[in-house]
């Protein structure tokens, strides 16, 4: 669509009246923990009519508005995906459709992936149809991602995976895997990898869960044994794959960012909800100052997330921007997660049982997983790393 003032607003005031006559009403409560729309095979709709909304916006292409038509997305530019997104945050909608193969897996594929494979996977991602998972680090490659091992060994048309990858997140649900693999066994560490897709339910591929503490498992060890994977699953070149790695990374990075906190609902309403206006704590002095100040944070990161995303659309490089809005982000978002601790008190420490709601022990438990915030995606070490050398210049060391 095109971006004259014009059009824009007509485009506004449709999105808003389809919007209106097309959210559910009953998505219309504060979202909890786990509720969140992955998509795939295996898919769980906690609620009932979380499936419907993610069927209607994805027949209009607007789980991933920016994508185009031909692959299931709709089409829209910035301008007109920032007006979408405006439009749904105006009458708190809940996202459709969130995940690695919504916004890690396509933009990869839109710039790197053959027409056949985009065919083949984007408008399955679009459609909620397919869950992806993320085969990236391993038990000696975390931070230092390209001293990975998994070996691809080319066999003609197919390459022969073996190895295994640590921490992949939801691996059970996960449909498909994008994989980070070794071809070139001789060369230097960043060259010689490449990025592999294949289904994560063939029976060459095992995983295992990883208990926490909690005694919840969300993360997995993958093992591959002799997968046969077709070379028209290689994503771009053959050994060049650290580029598209670099590349998925900064949409994660950048996804991290955002999902989490900043550029969610102000504190200062949320705090209300889980405390109503008349509680003591929030009149207390204090608390609003602290509550102030993070709204003021958050709007900020927000508008620096608006400029992030007009200026990559007019070709600015992402790189060292993507891992200064992961460090400041996730930041915001674990400050923010403190805040409303320290607001709701001891009633926001409950894990199980009776004398909390709802609401208090998903408070507990979205706190403590905002704690791995600043590690996934690469930490907040190596995004400051990565500032230090790319943006300040700042020698190696
Ligand atoms: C919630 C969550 C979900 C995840 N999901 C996935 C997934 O789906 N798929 C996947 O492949 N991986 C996943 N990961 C793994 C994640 O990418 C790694 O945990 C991360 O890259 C750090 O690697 P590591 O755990 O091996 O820690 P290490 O690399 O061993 O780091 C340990 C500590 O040393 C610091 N450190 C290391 N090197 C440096 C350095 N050069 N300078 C300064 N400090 C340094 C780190 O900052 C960290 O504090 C997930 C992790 C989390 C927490």
Redesign the pocket.
């Known amino acids: 669509m095109g971006t004259d003032t014009a059009t824009l607003e007509d485009f506004r005031l449709e999105t808003r009246n389809w919007i209106e006559e097309n959210y559910p009403d009953t998505l219309k409560a504060p979202m909890r923990a786990g509720e969140h729309v992955n998509g795939g095979r295996n898919c769980e709709f906690f609620h009932p009519d979380a499936k419907l909304w993610l069927d209607r916006m994805a027949e209009k292409g607007w789980t991933c508005p920016e994508w185009p038509k031909k692959y299931g997305g709709g089409g829209l530019d910035e301008a007109g995906s920032r007006v979408l997104s405006e439009e749904l945050a105006r009458q708190n909608c809940r996202p459709p459709l969130v995940g690695m193969g919504r916004f890690m897996l396509g933009p990869t594929l839109l710039q790197y992936g053959t027409h056949e494979q985009r065919l083949e996977h984007l408008p399955k991602i679009a459609r909620g149809e397919i869950r992806w ?5 391993e038990p000696n490659a ?3 991602l390209a001293s990975l091992q998994m070996r691809a060994e080319d066999k003609g048309d197919y390459y022969l995976v073996n190895g295994s ?1 640590l ?3 939801d691996a059970h649900l996960g449909d498909w895997m994008f994989c980070l693999v070794r071809t070139d066994f001789g060369a230097k560490k960043h060259s010689g990898i490449s990025i592999v897709l294949f289904d994560r339910t063939d029976p060459a591929v095992t995983v295992t869960p990883i208990t926490l503490i909690s005694g919840y498992s969300v993360f997995y060890e993958t093992t591959i044994d002799d997968l046969k994977v077709p070379k028209t699953s290689l994503v771009g070149t053959e050994n060049e794959g650290w580029a598209i790695a670099k590349f998925l990374l900064t949409h994660e990075r950048v996804m991290i960012s955002g999902a989490f906190g900043p550029t969610v609902r102000p504190v200062s309403e949320i705090g209300k909800e889980y405390l109503g206006e008349e509680n003591g704590r929030i009149a207390d002095p204090i608390v609003r100052d602290q509550i102030a100040k993070q709204d003021m944070d958050d709007h900020a990161f927000a508008l620096t997330s608006k400029r992030y995303d007009e200026l990559t659309e007019k070709g600015a490089s992402a790189g060292a921007a993507s891992s200064m809005l992961k460090h400041v982000g996730t930041k915001f978002a674990k400050n923010k997660m403190e805040l409303l601790i320290s607001i709701s008190g001891n009633q926001a420490l409950g894990w199980e049982g009776e004398g909390f709601n709802d609401q208090e022990l998903n408070l507990a438990r979205t706190w403590l997983r905002s704690k ?1 915030y600043s ?5 907040s ?2 995004m400051l ?1 990565i500032i230090a050398t790319r943006v300040l210049g700042l020698p190696k060391n």
């Open positions: 998972c993320q085969g990236y680090s975390g931070s230092d990858k921490w992949t997140s791995g590690i996934e995606g690469g930490t070490e190596i790393n």
